[in-house]
């Protein structure tokens, strides 16, 4: 078995000639079993099958076997063993991540991390708390809670969604825009490389010694490492927050008003934006109290002590007043504020109610171009035929386009994907990125194509193969291969030349 | 804004062509504010200071887009203009550039609550060691695609690359801004601002020296006032603007407040970077950061000495770098310092991993000048 792991090298993972996993695994899994907890290794068929996608459903397969540890020492073991079988090696989170970059196959050993779930020490004075990868992003801030701190970072499947995926996809969420990414909020990992050499990067410290790996590691989608402890950064948590709603008659107002609310020197802790059709149909399923006759609504938050809270409400509404803003509510207490953000998080099941299936897409933009994009968008969705609702993380420029579809009418799930690169071909042409928070994993490989040239896609390839010389860990994804990117057709033109006339196309 | 001057790529690319043929060392040089600092370079210097101005800077979008060798003061000059800043305080001092300014990575007190250069660094363009143009990141707060290859360039001493173009995100100037000041002990000033760091309160500056604290808030009129009354209250005296002004600009030049300037060449300091909480290591001149900077004068652990060869790590430690060590941190011999040439030490995991991403970006060694203190 060979996977192509760059400009034409390729690994064979049958050096091992003693054992040949893939043609007999027994050896390797008596092996596993021996060094995991009695529960630990799951190899049947029927166990499989829970593991077969993670939160992009569209794309399953089957691992070859899934392995639970619940210690570091365990991970290590599993991965030496594997490393030792030329097998490849797929850590997994929580699998809800959007992307498919857990994505298993049929070759490779998918790494469970959701049992490596201790909180191993809250320092309420440094603010850091040390934990596991497992643990759920909600439970650091619930463990926090008593200090009067909390984990910023809060993607929408925060309930479910594990920090080690979080660490390996660098998440987002409606806070980033004040608070930042994961990258920002993570002080230190320690982990192992695909062979089972263990790393520390980073601490407790702001700054490493050395080059920042820890950023590298950041969003690496379990490409460069496994990791089995995580450092993060407590926040305190604010005293107060206060939403305010606006709606808007047409996209560019609402648009206009985000600029405008930024260029009044004003960073809210969450700045949302809906179209008609998503305020719609979040409306019909929650009854949020939003508007139907708008364009668009935003939604503006701030948080910080009373007096901070009051100050900015009332400079924000005052520039949604200024752009046109048609109604406007502001939360009166907790409750309402919960209310009026309930429909924004409840926006992608909404849609989900209204259509069969519906493909979400993960651009980012710089702002100004918002009204261009969504125009592009709705032109998209005239010439693909599917309908797109958009909601919009309007502070930091990342577009969550929902394209619906139907996966039982033949074709449409080709056109959606059709749609969808379409949609990140454009955020890409106005100077954005095919994806601000969820990743590249399967799913945008293709795009991947668009946005970086040849010799950057070969950097990626080489920096692969520092940290994972054997190609093992989580091969195939986050990067396309240049083949494909030729096969593709899609090869990016960067800076005005021709990309490499030298290389040969295969 | 500044007029194009993109021609000053190919002579870049060519001088880096040029020294990869021949087997020659290049090292990037602005302005030369920073050439005290890092490890004493080796090879050619490459004048930056053509490739310079503002490419794009739309102050809705928070963002804004530079040359390498575009002067720091004329950026900041030009962001001031529109109320908005960068948000990390880097060390202004006279000549720095932009390329220099991410190449060394340093940040001013801000750093401990709006985080530093790699925390604002949106992307790059740089020139790897075989002269290709590489472009990673972008101008937009959210991106996830590739590997995060440009905030390593914060504080990598330009060993992976020339820096061409760099992308920020900034942050509004702060509407009010005041500092306080209580008399206490570096042991019990650690423990306090820690403290206080974790309440909601709109702090912005977080520094020790000369047996006082000093608290900087930053923010809203209201926010800032209100925070003002909760902390009188606990004993915190008010600061005048002007010698506020003076110091947290000193602590952002490194121009040590409170002691005489004339003695900064003659006393050799260390920087040390800790766990904010950690223990006060002896000879303390000066914390920033809310504990996790910290300004050691050299005298009270003896003459650092370079030891060892530059390329021997862990051997070559000084005693102050051992402390760091078991504290959670590390330190380096700052400007001018005559242990300037010992190594970062690494542990031989990492130390592995930065051979090899040299070799990716730099097969040739073009950018292995010793800067970086890693070789």
Redo the contacts between chains.
Sequence with gaps: MAVAVGAGHRIDFRHNAVMDPLRDPAPLFAALAGVLPPDGLLTAPEQLGPWECDGLSLYRQRPLAVALPETASQVQAVLRLCHGAGVPVIARGAGTGLAGGALPRDDALLLSLARLKRILRI?????VAVVEPGVRNAAISEAAAP???YYAPDPSSQIACSIGGNVA??S?GVH??KY??T??NVLGVRGF?ADG?????G???????????L??L???EG??AVITEVTVRLL????HAQVVMAAFASVDAAGDAV??I??A???PAGLEMMDALATRAVEDFVHAGYPLDAAAILLAESD?????V???IARIESVCRRFGATSLVTSQNEAQRLQLWAGRKAAFPAVGRITPDYYCMDG?????HLSAVLRRIGELSKQHGLACANVF?AG???LHPLIFYDANQPGDVERAEAFGLDILRACVAV??????????GVE?LD??CV???T??LA??H??????DPAGLLNPGK??PTLHRCAEVGAMHV??GALPHPELPRF | MTETREPAVARLRDAVLAAAASGGVLHARGGGSKDGLGGTPRGEPLATLEHAGIVDY??????VTVRAGTPLAELQAELAAH??MLPFEPPDWPGATVGGMVAC?LAGPR??FV??V??ALLGVRLL?GQA?????G????????????F??Q???WG??GLLLELSFRL???P?AERTLALPMAAEAAI?QL??L??????MSGAAWFDGQALLRLS?????V???CRQLAGEGWDAVDAVTATAIWQALRRQELPGADRSDKAAVPLWRL?????AEPVPGTRCID?CG?LRWIDDAAHGQGRPAGAATSVGASTHPLQRLAASL???A?PWRDHPARALT????P??LL??R??F???DPHGVFANGR?G?A
Excluded at chain 2, 58 to 63: M, N, Y
Excluded at chain 2, 197 to 202: D, E, F, M, S, V
């Design positions: 320092d309420p004075v440094a603010r200090h009067g701190l996809e660098n987002g980033c825009l930042g990414l990258v920002h490389l050499t263990p790393v520390r990067i601490g407790e410290v702001p700054e490493d010694a050395g080059l920042d790996l950023a590298l950041t969003g690496s490409l460069l305190p948590r604010p005293r600029a405008g930024i260029g020197g004003i960073i910080g002590t009373a007096e901070e009051a100050d900015e980012t933009i710089p702002k100004k993380h930091d420029g990342n100077g954005g990125t095919i994806t601000g928070e969820h990743g590249v945008k795009a991947m946005q970086f040239s010799d950057e950097a990626f080489a920096v692969k193969h520092a940290f986050a990067v960067h800076h | 739309d102050p809705a979008e928070l963002v109320g908005q990575g750093r401990a985080g530093g790699r925390d790897d290709r143009v590489l472009q990673f972008g101008r937009v707060m959210k991106n996830v695609a590739g590997f995060d290859l905030r390593p914060a504080g990598a060993r992976l942050l509004p100037q509407q423990e820690n403290r760091a974790g309440q909601p309160l709109p923010g809203s009129a209201v926010g006032d209100a925070a970077v800790l766990p904010g909480t950061w996790a959670g941190g590390h380096t970062v030490s690494l542990d995991a990492r991993l930065h090899r991403l070799e990716v970006f970086l890693i």
